[in-house]
Nanobody, 115 residues
Framework: QVQLVESGGGLVQAGGSLRLSCAAS????????WDWYRQAPGKQRELVAA???????MYADSVKGRFTISRDNAKNTVYLQMNSLKPEDTAVYYC?????????WGQGTQVTVSS
């Protein structure tokens, strides 16, 4: 089992920045990849960014150039640096860890961007 705890969400004005963290505990060896998803009210959950064990990254087109995903293996933590935030970035952000074919979700953290 892998337990994930997200933090760093909050209320920010448009143009501002936030850094989300996702700390893992439990059976953390062999985590293959980490994803950040988000879900806005009335919308489906969507993939925002991903990072593999080899540190390859990908981003949704809507966040390219504004968001950066990174990982600190020593701290078993993955981060999502979000800059130039827009009101449309408002959502609950979830961390996902993929390990040996299993998916583990965090509880989510609310990000609200005011115009």
């Amino acid at each position: 089992q892998v337990q994930l705890v997200e933090s760093g969400g909050g209320l920010v004005q448009a143009g501002g920045s936030l850094r989300l963290s996702c700390a893992a505990s439990g059976s953390i060896s062999s985590i293959d990849a980490w994803d950040w998803y988000r879900q806005a009210p009335g919308k489906q959950r969507e993939l925002v960014a991903a990072i593999t064990s080899g540190a390859s990254t990908m981003y949704a087109d809507s966040v390219k150039g504004r968001f950066t995903i990174s990982r600190d293996n020593a701290k078993n933590t993955v981060y999502l640096q979000m800059n130039s935030l827009k009101p449309e970035d408002t959502a609950v952000y979830y961390c996902l860890a993929k390990r040996l074919g299993f998916f583990y979700w965090g509880q989510g953290t609310q990000v609200t961007v005011s115009s």
